[in-house]
């Protein structure tokens, strides 16, 4: 075994310089630029870092993004859930189908998929015409341009992120499992909650990673559904980078923004191992 | 008798909310699509549905729209030349780490992995300071390596997972009688490690082909690329053009899949 894998990673060389020359780099350039304290680069300070953190304002756009990602997550999980319990649960055929409802859309363009929600929840929409003729509006309610018109929009285009994990967890776990619970007499709701739900919490962990650090980040979904006038982080890091050319600004805020998300993913995954060690405990 | 009625009832309500959600889920996945393919067959010069009449008028009005077939050209060359790139990077960076259990091996492992997870947002805003502070003007080259950041740790990925999944008996046995390591890789590593490389080499070219946080910086007037065009459109004039470019790309990205299926198991690579 030694002897065949000896110096096999050395091939991995060439790829380790090319992200270090270009990821890292980079990055640290990013890191970098974030500590001078005005455009022209002059003088080192946390200022940027103040400017962005001490500000009402900026902070609220931070904590309106990291929320506007919970939201988003949660209405993806409860949609995602169920489709890929029963994907899991189908004759193949079907099986295959569906997977292939849940893939294609994950594939084609984030701008296309954006673009027909447009269609879809304008004034003159789908579902605006749909819920005046089924009588359960007067008028069109605005759901463009909104935060809840955003959430449901992120949630839908990142739909296959949370499925397919869940189906991978849900097609790990025994099916005799769930035979033996309804044999001891467990009901559905029952063997739900206490079988299936606590064994398939690495892949909700997952799917919520993969989702969240998605959502928060969809500068496209973000800017093109919910207008000019509704900023989320990467809309504002955008404009400050390019349109007020303020570059220290934009990296401070980038590099915020990164450790706060990465936090966010943390305790996700905490949440999915901390569950899990009880449950096999 | 009481008992058998409170379990058909758990029966049932739990099948209506299950059936209930999951069919809510697959019409909320399938109606986009359907939707943007029915629009962009309107007859009419607004964005309606359901459509005003059906024609192909916007599909023609493409064959006139000259920004948006350059900008299509873009993301095609650029998704090539990164797809191809990654793909070598990718499988190199693979046959490094898979098998070996050494710290190096686990630290390059997180560094392959880390563009897809930090925000690509951040990484193309740094990846533009760098170049410019670096003396290098934004062309070909620098879009091209930013999509390539962010593409071949897909190819690593599934190439890893092809590489778990190879017996390392046939490389013994390859070895045991005489051959070479190149020729070992050439022959026995390689073909049974090739359809994971073409998921991922699949997926890095449907990535780079959307690619927008990364293009937002890396791509100027020269080399603007199609996602950002035609987020350009719906942003300031909301075109039916859009919906039939949109309508293109769908039917494109069908193709791709059912190759990408049919050659290298993609759905299979994806879970």
């Known amino acids: ?281 | 008798m009481a008992e058998r009625r409170r379990l058909d009832l758990d029966e049932l309500s739990f099948r209506v909310v299950v059936g209930a959600l999951s069919t809510a889920a697959v019409v909320v996945l399938v109606a986009p699509t359907v939707i943007v393919l029915l629009t962009s067959l309107t007859a009419s010069a607004s964005l309606r549905f359901p459509p005003d009449g059906l024609s192909f008028r916007w599909y023609r009005a493409l064959a006139g729209a000259g920004q948006l077939q350059r900008a299509a050209g873009n993301s095609l060359y650029v998704a090539v030349v990164a797809t191809a790139a990654s793909a070598v990077l990718g499988t190199l960076g693979a046959l490094g780490i898979a098998r070996s259990r050494s710290r190096w091996a686990r630290a390059l492992d997180a560094l392959f992995m880390s563009p897809l997870l930090l925000p690509a947002l951040a990484f193309g805003f740094a990846a533009l300071m760098a170049f410019s502070l670096a003396g290098l003007r934004l062309s070909w080259l620098t879009l091209a390596i930013g999509h390539i950041v962010v593409c071949a740790p897909i190819v690593v990925r599934t190439a890893v997972a092809a590489l778990a999944q190879l017996d390392p008996a046939l490389l013994e046995s390859s070895a045991s009688l005489g051959a070479g390591r190149l020729y070992t890789f050439r022959r026995v590593t390689l073909p049974l490690i090739s359809r994971g490389i073409a998921a991922g080499a699949f997926l890095a070219f449907m990535a780079s082909f959307d690619n927008v946080p990364v293009s937002l910086f890396l791509s100027d007037a020269r080399t603007e690329v199609l996602p950002i065009h035609l987020w350009q459109i719906i942003e300031t004039n909301l075109d039916v053009r859009a919906a039939a470019a949109s309508g293109v790309l769908i039917v494109f990205t069908l193709l791709v899949m059912l190759l990408a299926e049919r050659l290298a198991g993609l759905s299979r690579q994806l879970r």
């Open chain 1, 1 to 281: 075994m030694p002897a065949r894998s000896d110096g096999e990673w050395r091939l991995a060389l060439p790829v380790a310089a090319f992200f270090a020359l270009f990821f890292v780099a980079p990055l640290g350039v990013l890191f970098v630029v974030s500590l001078f304290a005005e455009p022209t680069m002059q003088t080192l300070a946390l200022r940027q870092y103040t400017r962005f953190l001490g500000d009402r304002l900026h902070l609220g756009i931070l904590v309106d993004t990291l929320v506007l990602g919970v939201k988003a997550t949660l209405v993806c999980l409860l949609l995602g859930y169920p489709l890929a319990w029963v994907i899991a649960r189908a004759r193949p055929r079907v099986q295959s189908l569906l997977v292939f409802v849940v893939i294609l859309p994950l594939l084609t363009s984030v701008v296309v998929r954006t673009f027909a929600w447009i269609v879809i929840l304008g004034r003159q929409g789908i579902l605006n015409k749909t819920l005046l003729a089924v009588g359960l509006i007067d008028e069109p309610v605005r759901l463009l341009f909104t935060e809840p018109g955003v959430v449901m929009v992120l949630a839908q285009v990142q739909l296959p992120l949370m499925i397919l994990p869940l189906l991978t967890t849900f097609q790990r776990i025994d099916p005799h499992l769930a035979d033996a619970s309804a044999a001891l007499g467990a009901g559905q709701w029952r063997t739900f909650a206490r079988v299936i739900a606590p064994l398939s919490l690495p892949g909700v962990a997952a799917g919520c990673v993969l989702v969240y650090a998605a959502c928060v980040t969809a500068f496209v979904t973000q800017t093109l559904i919910g207008g000019a006038r509704l900023v989320w982080v990467p809309l504002f890091m955008y404009q400050q980078a390019t349109g007020a050319n303020d570059w220290p600004f934009a990296a401070a805020i980038s590099i915020v923004f990164m450790f706060a998300v990465l936090f966010v993913v943390v305790l996700i995954n905490a949440a999915g191992r901390g569950r899990r060690a009880l449950v096999h405990g």
